[in-house]
């Protein structure tokens, strides 16, 4: 069965720390997406891509947040420094005509 | 004012029961619309996609009304399994997927 494969599947870290987390979306999917999802919120969007190419990534703090995808297996968000405010968990998706797949998430803590 | 917005309920119904959630949209140029289900601590999974001449899948009704931009979904007989929270996503141009905030459903026996 093809799925988005996130990693890591829980992160504590200190406020301060930087946080890498790690997508490999499904094979052949063009378009990759990156949420986050509180709560208070629900699912939001921070950045998404088509064919690698960064698309939209104006629900991300720019201060703090970055996303890139090095290569076609591989999307990145990192958050430097983190604070509280950004536990939650962010979930990666990838999607191609139309259909999209979530990988099962990172739930971030910061303390 | 969300682009998506939903009863985020809790709706609780029981067994066997017929349930119905909405959800409107404010960008009318949205293109496509879902339906997601997400159980507690897991991923959002698609349920169905929404047509404007509606579609069934089993059990399950979905609707989109564009000239009142929102979308419906209908869950007949429903089951103790079918207890998650739905969300509802419309496509804002381009491919981009914005979700409501979600609608709890329970189904007690």
């Known amino acids: 069965d093809a799925r988005v494969t996130q990693t890591p599947r829980d992160k504590v870290t200190e406020m301060g720390q930087e946080v890498t987390m790690r997508c490999q979306p499904i094979l052949g999917h063009n378009t990759v997406f990156w949420y986050r999802q509180t709560m208070m919120q629900g699912l939001e969007l921070l950045a998404y891509f088509r064919n690698r190419a960064p698309l939209d990534d104006s629900g991300m703090p720019k201060d703090r947040f970055s996303a890139e995808m090095p290569d076609a297996t591989l999307a990145t968000l990192k958050i430097q420094p983190s604070e509280p405010r950004d536990s939650a968990v962010y979930f990666c998706?990838?999607?191609?005509?139309?259909?999209?797949?979530f990988g099962q998430g990172t739930r971030l803590t910061v303390v | 004012r969300k682009e998506v917005e939903q009863d985020p309920g809790p709706f609780n119904v029981p067994e066997g029961a017929t349930v119905a959630f909405n959800c409107t949209y404010s960008?009318?140029?949205?293109?496509?619309f879902f339906w997601y289900r997400q159980d507690c601590r897991k991923e959002p999974k698609l349920l169905m996609s929404v047509y404007s001449s509606g579609n069934e899948d089993g059990r399950f009704t979905a609707q989109l009304n564009r000239a009142s931009q929102y979308i419906s979904l209908l869950i007949r007989d429903s089951k103790l399994s079918d207890s998650a929270t739905y969300l509802c996503v419309g496509d804002n141009q381009g491919g981009k997927l914005i979700f409501g905030q979600g609608t709890e459903l329970s189904v007690k026996p």
């Open positions: 998706a990838s999607g191609s005509s139309g259909t999209t797949f």
């Open positions: 960008n009318s140029a949205s293109q496509s």
